[in-house]
């Protein structure tokens, strides 16, 4: 039982690069983030999906595209990467109990990246 | 609205006490509070929900005050594994349902010996 597995673990990109961040949950999970975090601002949400098939926008989506790609998997796309992109990237997934109120995030182990 | 964490950061010896507080202009249906290692993913500590209720994991308990949509993080006896950044995230209700988990900025811990 792995729980969340990101790759790459790093990842350096010259600006205007694109490429995808691979994010897979074996816990039979509905719901599944994806967060940057940035120094002194905690988490952001980008991206997350309720279920397979369906997306939505959180705090920060532009520069980012999403797919579900089915229950286990979600990825996150950088068409042309710029410098402010600059982050660490964390999925995370969840059972969404009981409307939501009391769910319990599980996130992956982190992507750096680094746009130059 | 993001959640407000205070203090920023500590530093404690071993075996002192610590509090983090976190506060939101929004009223809130549920607090929720995790712990992230230097390095390493985000953990689960535990969730407090709309009625005041206190939780507690290890030396590590909270409450959750709804009047004054505040939740504190209280730390007993310290010890070196505590350190590490805690961050609350909250819900509130909206239209339908509650909103996506928001998480604060995080309070930095440093236990010394």
């Known amino acids: 039982n792995a729980g969340v597995t990101q790759t790459p673990k790093f990842q350096v990109l010259k600006t205007g690069q694109s490429m995808t961040l691979q994010c897979a949950q074996d816990?039979?999970?509905?719901?599944m983030y994806w967060y940057r975090q940035d120094p002194g601002m905690g988490l952001r949400l980008i991206y997350y999906s309720a279920s397979e098939g369906t997306t939505d926008k959180g705090e920060v989506p532009n520069g980012y595209n999403v797919s579900r790609l089915n229950k286990r998997e979600f990825s996150l796309r950088l068409e042309s990467a710029a410098p402010s992109q600059t982050s660490v990237y964390f999925c995370?997934?969840?059972?969404?109990?009981?409307?939501?109120?009391?769910?319990?995030?599980?996130f992956g182990p982190g992507t750096r990246l680094l746009v130059l | 609205q993001q959640p407000v964490q205070s203090p920023q950061a500590v530093i404690l010896r071993e075996g002192e006490d610590a509090v983090i507080n976190c506060s939101s202009s929004k009223a809130l249906y549920s607090v929720h509070w995790y712990r992230q290692k230097h390095g390493e993913a985000p953990v689960f500590l535990m969730i407090l929900l709309k009625g005041g209720e206190q939780k507690g994991h290890e030396k590590i308990s909270a409450s959750f005050n709804e009047k004054k949509q505040q939740s504190s993080l209280y730390l007993t006896a310290s010890q070196l594994s505590y350190s590490g950044t805690y961050f609350c995230?909250?819900?509130?209700?909206?239209?339908?349902?509650?909103?996506?988990?928001?998480f604060g900025a995080g309070t930095r811990l440093a236990v010394h010996p």
């Open positions: 995370a997934s969840s059972a969404e109990i009981a409307g939501g109120r009391r769910e319990t995030q599980y």
């Open positions: 995230g909250t819900k509130g209700f909206i239209s339908g349902g509650y909103n996506k988990l928001i």
């Open positions: 816990m039979n999970h509905n719901s």
